[in-house]
């Protein structure tokens, strides 16, 4: 008999019945049920989740609902355009008289002479009588209520000017109240890794200020270089409740950024208090006008300073453009910004480091003239248009004096950029594209102004050849800024 270690036994396994036709039926209609009740569970989370929860997690870019224009200014400043009026400007002087006024005196110079002497001896003689006179009591005590009287008068004067000197003060915060609606804090988060390879999140804080309200968003020109590396923005109205915002549209060579916030995500009450800043007209800020640099002068956002322009410097050089730079006596700290206001409460620069003389030693601003093209661009949306060169007028005069033709003066031409791409090179004269005379910075800055990214513009241009400038044409296609 075999031992028991070396038996066999025969293994069952029991197998389930196989599932009749009835309940693979129900089976699938469960299934069917389920895919239904999962789906119209889904679509309303989705249908609230896009009004109550999008505005605050998931904040999509948007458009405005209409195209934002901020007008254009006339580049000819007030001065300039004033007049001496006729009555001013006309001497009332008979020509009889040779130029001379006419005098009611005598005619001989003698008697002239002989009434002056008189005159002279009759103020001597009074003189000496009050000096010799004894003063009675009733005419000091006169004297003394006059001087008293004197006196007072003296003091509500010094209280006077003391007054005039507070009004200023009192009409910089009456300023304030309404400028303050419209400037607001933005803050960016930066991610980095220190030498131990762990997060590190940095925070920073610059000024804004409200160019548009519209029915989708709230758009904010804000310094660009402080916002280039965040990761996050917020902004802080005047409630001081910071709001998720994001870049819409930045500009590389004037260095500014217009920033979005939905207004879904907006709270209750604080759209109300929002007001947009009047931009003002630039050109006609001339030297000695008072002004207020608000946003944050000291270095902090909230801070305010006082004082006037010290210089306006046109046609300063910059990427297909001409700036004007607002310098003023405010101190600016070193890591100060904001915004220049007159006493109107109107925006008239943006301050800025990147631009201008190093050597005049005031804080600069770009006139807000020649920044409303672009904030119009960038506020719609939309990218600004980039040719890529720097120039010089060359007005009439000097084409005359330099034997070369008048236009603009290419004194360099950006690497990579459309018109270093098309042929374009420093030396040549820029005169127009098609039926457009572009002959000033001025006139190439509203020129592109109309036009977008990838669109192609012919120029007319005249390069020196070697007795003389040859016309020639060239087709650029150009770039985003």
Not at 75 to 88: G, I, M, N
Not at 141 to 146: C, G, K, L, N, R
Not at 228 to 243: D, H, I, Q, Y
């Amino acid at each position: 008999m075999p031992d028991s270690e070396d038996r066999e036994f025969i293994r069952e396994k029991i197998m389930n019945k196989a599932a009749g036709r009835r309940y693979r039926i129900w089976k699938v209609c469960r299934l069917v049920a389920g895919a239904i009740i999962f789906g119209l569970v889904a679509s309303l989370f989705f249908v609230l989740g896009v009004k109550y929860l999008e505005p605050r997690f998931l904040p999509e870019e948007t458009q405005p609902t209409e195209t934002i224009s901020m007008g254009r200014d006339p580049e000819e400043s007030a001065a300039d355009t004033e007049t001496l009026p006729e009555e001013t400007a006309e001497q009332d002087v008979p020509e009889e008289s040779g130029g001379q006024a006419p005098s009611d005196s005598a005619p001989a110079g003698e008697s002239t002479e002989e009434t002056s002497e008189g005159e002279t001896e009759t103020a001597q003689e009074e003189s000496s009588e009050s000096e010799t006179t004894p003063v009675s009591p009733e005419e000091y005590i006169s004297q003394a209520v006059e001087e008293a009287v004197d006196s007072a008068v003296l003091e509500a004067l010094r209280a006077q000017e003391e007054y005039l000197a507070l009004g200023w003060y009192r009409q910089v915060g009456d300023l304030m109240k309404s400028v303050n609606r419209g400037l607001v804090t933005v803050s960016s988060v930066t991610q980095d890794t220190d030498w131990f390879n762990n997060p590190v999140s940095s925070a920073n804080q610059s000024s804004g200020a409200v160019v548009c309200v519209t029915d989708a968003e709230v758009l904010i020109l804000a310094d660009y270089a402080a916002l280039r590396e965040a990761e996050m923005l917020t902004v802080s109205f005047a409630s001081g409740k910071p709001v998720e915002a994001r870049i819409k549209k930045y500009d590389g060579i004037t260095g500014i950024a217009i920033v979005s916030v939905s207004c879904g995500a907006v709270p209750e009450g604080i759209l109300e208090g929002i007001g947009a800043l009047t931009l003002g007209n630039s050109y006609q800020v001339t030297g000695g006008m008072p002004v207020v640099a608000a946003g944050s002068p000291a270095g902090c956002t909230g801070s305010v300073a006082t004082g006037m322009v010290s210089l306006v410097q046109k046609n300063v050089v910059g990427t297909d453009t001409a700036f004007q730079l607002l310098y003023s006596n405010i101190l600016l700290a070193e890591n100060g910004g904001g915004f220049l206001f007159n006493m109107d409460g109107e925006l008239i620069g943006v301050l800025t480091r990147d631009y201008g003389d190093e050597t005049v030693g005031y804080p600069m601003a770009i006139g807000i003239s020649c920044l409303k093209g672009i904030i119009e661009k960038l506020s719609s949306g939309i990218d600004a248009a980039y040719l890529g060169i720097q120039g010089q007028n060359a007005t009439a005069d000097i084409a005359e004096a330099y034997d070369m033709p008048p236009g603009i003066y290419v004194t360099r031409v950006i690497v990579d950029s459309p018109a270093y791409l098309a042929g374009l090179k420093a030396g040549d004269i820029i005169v127009a594209s098609g039926e457009n005379d572009l002959m000033t910075m001025q006139s190439l800055q509203r020129f592109l102004e109309n036009y977008s990214t990838e669109d192609v513009i012919a120029l007319t241009v005249y390069r020196g050849g070697q007795d003389e400038y040859v016309e020639m044409s060239f087709e650029v296609t150009l770039g985003a800024r």
